[in-house]
């Protein structure tokens, strides 16, 4: 996992894919790039010989085409699907930007002029594995010129995390009014409750402490005295998953005699 931290200041952690599951999807790329090469190659070729074009036309058509096969085709996959070619789709992957967001056109031509180096100097792809080894997010050339990384997009969304409210907050937190309480501010908070645990005892304190006087100061309200930051934010989110989440309905009349 990897920790990005987007334009509007909101913590994103995403799974960082590695070599095998990049190199897996290469190869997919690779054999749809030869198949195309196999297929626009040898096409071109037909059509400028009808044509009556020249071996200096039909040279150029050739490099033209192997181009447009091998940077051509991820750079144009890329740019229209934001990040992810059909190697990509087929393993689950995508290509994003530094701080999370998708990538542009910009980034596209980047990648795909820098896998020249990366795949194909040595004819191996050595370069690239090699350089993605040193890197901590797995990052090939083309990656850190451009600014990008290649993340997991079908990882398994963890269950929502039901906060339980203290007994002794629970009059205080529902006399709240909780529209000044912004999702990024509430995914924060969430994070805190969640992660409290793995903190040491003085980030507990501090970060909590500061969560608390955000939130407050975002309510218009007093922090309630005596009570450790854990309390009084787990009463706020959970009071905000409560209203967030509507009653179960009433079952009629005559189902609860036969039950």
């Given at each position: 996992?990897?920790?990005?931290t987007?334009?509007?200041?909101?913590?994103?952690?995403?799974?960082i894919?590695?070599?095998?599951?990049?190199?897996?999807?290469?190869?997919?790329?690779l054999?749809v790039?030869?198949?195309?090469?196999?297929?626009?190659?040898?096409?071109?070729q037909?059509?400028?010989?009808?044509?009556g074009?020249?071996?200096?036309?039909?040279?150029?058509?050739?490099?033209?085409?192997?181009?447009?096969?091998l940077?051509?085709?991820?750079?144009?996959?890329?740019?229209?699907?934001?990040g992810?070619?059909?190697g990509?789709?087929a393993l689950?992957?995508r290509?994003?930007?530094?701080d999370?967001?998708?990538?542009?056109?910009?980034?596209?031509?980047?990648?795909g002029?820098?896998?020249?180096?990366?795949?194909?100097?040595?004819?191996?792809?050595?370069?690239?594995?090699v350089?993605?080894l040193?890197?901590?997010?797995?990052?090939?050339?083309?990656?850190?010129?451009a600014?990008?990384?290649?993340?997991?997009d079908?990882?398994?969304?963890?269950?929502?995390?039901?906060?339980?409210p203290?007994?002794?907050?629970?009059?205080?937190?529902?006399q709240?009014?909780?529209?000044g309480?912004?999702?990024?501010?509430?995914?924060?908070?969430?994070?805190y409750?969640?992660?409290?645990?793995?903190?040491?005892?003085?980030?507990?304190?501090q970060?909590?402490r500061?969560?608390?006087?955000?939130?407050?100061a975002?309510?218009?309200?007093?922090?309630?005295?005596?009570?450790?930051?854990?309390?009084?934010?787990?009463?706020?989110?959970?009071?905000?998953?409560?209203?967030?989440?509507?009653?179960?309905?009433?079952?009629?009349?005559?189902?609860?005699?036969?039950?």
């Open positions: 996992m990897a920790l990005f987007t334009g509007e200041a909101v913590a994103v952690e995403l799974p894919a590695r070599i095998p599951t990049r190199a897996a999807a290469f190869l997919l790329d054999c790039q030869l198949i195309l090469g196999l297929v626009l190659v040898p096409g071109s037909v059509l400028l010989s009808r044509w074009a020249d071996s200096a036309w039909r040279d150029t058509a050739m490099v033209v085409t192997v181009v447009a096969v940077i051509g085709y991820p750079v144009l996959g890329e740019t229209l699907t934001r992810r070619s059909l990509k789709m689950g992957l290509v994003v930007r530094g999370g967001g998708p990538i542009d056109f910009r980034h596209a031509v980047t990648r002029l820098s896998g020249i180096v990366d795949f194909w100097m040595l004819g191996t792809g050595l370069i690239a594995v350089v993605s040193c890197s901590p997010n797995a990052r090939r050339i083309g990656d850190a010129l600014g990008t990384v290649v993340v997991h079908r990882s398994r969304l963890p269950f929502a995390a039901l906060v339980v203290p007994p002794w907050l629970q009059g205080w937190a529902r709240l009014e909780l529209s309480l912004s999702d990024e501010l509430a995914l924060a908070v969430r994070r409750l969640i992660r409290f645990g793995t903190l040491t005892p003085v980030v507990q304190d970060l909590g500061t969560l608390v006087l955000t939130v407050c975002r309510l218009h309200t007093p922090p309630p005295n005596g009570y450790p930051p854990l309390m009084i934010l787990g009463a706020v989110l959970s009071e905000r998953q409560r209203r967030a989440f509507p009653p179960p309905p009433a079952r009629p009349a005559y189902a609860r005699a036969v039950a």
